[in-house]
């Protein structure tokens, strides 16, 4: 899907999300992607200590279910239940990891352009500040007369 052009958006369809003044352009924060990075880190921590409770919780033996029929007729229910769930759980966390990597990743880069147009004004200032102050005469010593001289 090709970018939107922010002036093709209506004035205040963005409401008031953070990040887009009233043009529609984004500032980004890139201390503030480091920040959500951080806690996603923290909140991801938390979840993989959690995969040990439902590795446990997948780790029951059916027959704990019961024995009579209606339990054993819930238990191809039981068996799905805990595929979809171990499957959306590990799915979760390889999100979760992604978007770490994707958020800290996008504040890099934006770093990575700073630094290097930081890099170039010094190195453009040192040119210029090496360059000679006094006006060059020509070959001859005269300087060339300018617009509007008598000669």
């Known amino acids: 899907m090709p970018p939107v052009d922010p002036r093709s958006v209506p004035p205040g369809a963005y409401g008031n999300w953070p990040g887009l003044n009233q043009t529609g352009a984004l500032r980004v924060d890139r201390a503030r992607l480091r920040a ?6 923290s909140d991801l921590e938390e979840l993989l200590d959690a995969t040990n409770d439902l590795q446990h919780a997948a780790g029951t033996d059916l027959k704990a279910y019961g024995t009579w029929d209606a339990a054993q007729a819930l238990v191809p229910s039981i068996t799905r239940g805990r595929a979809v769930l ?5 799915a979760f966390l390889t ?8 958020l800290r990743r996008t504040a890099q880069s934006y770093d990575d352009v700073e630094a290097e147009l930081e890099r170039r004004v010094r190195t453009i200032t ?3 500040d090496a360059a ?3 006006p ?11 617009p509007g001289s008598l000669e």
Do not use: F, Y
Request: charged share 20%.
């Open 36 to 41: 959500i990075a951080k806690r996603l880190e």
């Open 86 to 90: 171990t499957d959306q759980h590990s």
């Open 95 to 102: 999100e979760a990891l992604n978007t770490i990597k994707l």
């Open 126 to 128: 040192r040119q210029l």
């Open 132 to 134: 000679p102050t006094t």
């Open 136 to 146: 060059s005469t020509p070959a001859s010593g005269s300087p060339r007369p300018g």
